[in-house]
T-cell receptor, first 111, second 120 residues
Framework: DAKTTQPPSMDCAEGRAANLPCNHSTISGNEYVYWYRQIHSQGPQYIIHGLKNNETNEMASLIITEDRKSSTLILPHATLRDTAVYYCIVRGWGSQGNLIFGKGTKLSVKP | GAVVSQHPSRVICKSGTSVKIECRSLDFQATTMFWYRQFPKKSLMLMATSNEGSKATYEQGVEKDKFLINHASLTLSTLTVTSAHPEDSSFYIC????????????????FGPGTRLTVL
């Protein structure tokens, strides 16, 4: 499966949009991009996933570049409760469809 | 929807004892459930895949005789840590997958809240 690269940490002001980047330059055509987050001492929470089209749900928006080599997760109005580690995962059959968690991005939302 | 529970949330046991952790999908049926382990300041590592009515598939390096997995129904999987030792102390997290097969790339995994195991 394609590996992902995320910045180790980011800060965001409360109420502003948080834009979390993810590079996946070796992604193949049938691999999906999944985003999860993990708040301290809790299980990961599913956020969103996509293949090539941009996606939006009640939690976030996922913007995937046309060449699919990178994506951005957007939290439109970050709150303090959005402070968490955010994982960008490329999911494919190379790993039997399993989720392979990397180190993610630690997002700190500050008042 | 898509709620997964785990029990217990926290357990402390003596070295050499066995501990059972339950994972339940509360509002959906899960053909496939997964067990992960997370050490402090580390990311989640997949331990095994649990399929209802069949034997679990373990990842390389995970001892199947030490970490017993049973997936007896479409809503319950259990992980038993046998003869636990201090090095087994960790955060154990399960997930359950939606979809008829549970393994399609669009079958979303929903995670439980985790179980903190401390072996003294």
């Amino acid at each position: 499966d394609a590996k992902t690269t995320q910045p180790p940490s980011m800060d965001c002001a409360e109420g502003r949009a948080a834009n979390l980047p993810c590079n996946h330059s070796t992604i193949s055509g049938n691999e999906y991009v999944y985003w999860y987050r993990q708040i301290h001492s809790q299980g990961p929470q599913y956020i969103i996933h996509g293949l090539k089209n941009n996606e939006t749900n009640e939690m976030a928006s996922l913007i995937i570049t046309e060449d699919r080599k990178s994506s951005t997760l957007i939290l439109p109005h970050a709150t303090l409760r959005d402070t968490a580690v955010y994982y960008c995962i490329v999911r494919g059959w190379g790993s039997q469809g399993n989720l392979i968690f990397g180190k993610g991005t630690k997002l700190s939302v500050k008042p | 929807g898509a709620v997964v529970s785990q029990h217990p949330s926290r357990v402390i046991c003596k070295s050499g004892t066995s501990v059972k952790i339950e994972c339940r999908s509360l509002d959906f049926q899960a053909t496939t459930m997964f067990w992960y382990r997370q050490f402090p300041k580390k990311s989640l590592m997949l331990m095994a895949t649990s399929n209802e009515g069949s034997k679990a598939t373990y990842e390389q390096g995970v001892e199947k005789d030490k970490f017993l997995i049973n997936h007896a129904s479409l809503t319950l999987s259990t992980l038993t840590v046998t003869s636990a030792h201090p090095e087994d102390s960790s955060f154990y997290i399960c997930s359950a997958s939606t979809g008829t097969s549970g393994r399609a790339l669009t079958d979303t995994q929903y995670f439980g809240p985790g179980t903190r195991l401390t072996v003294l």
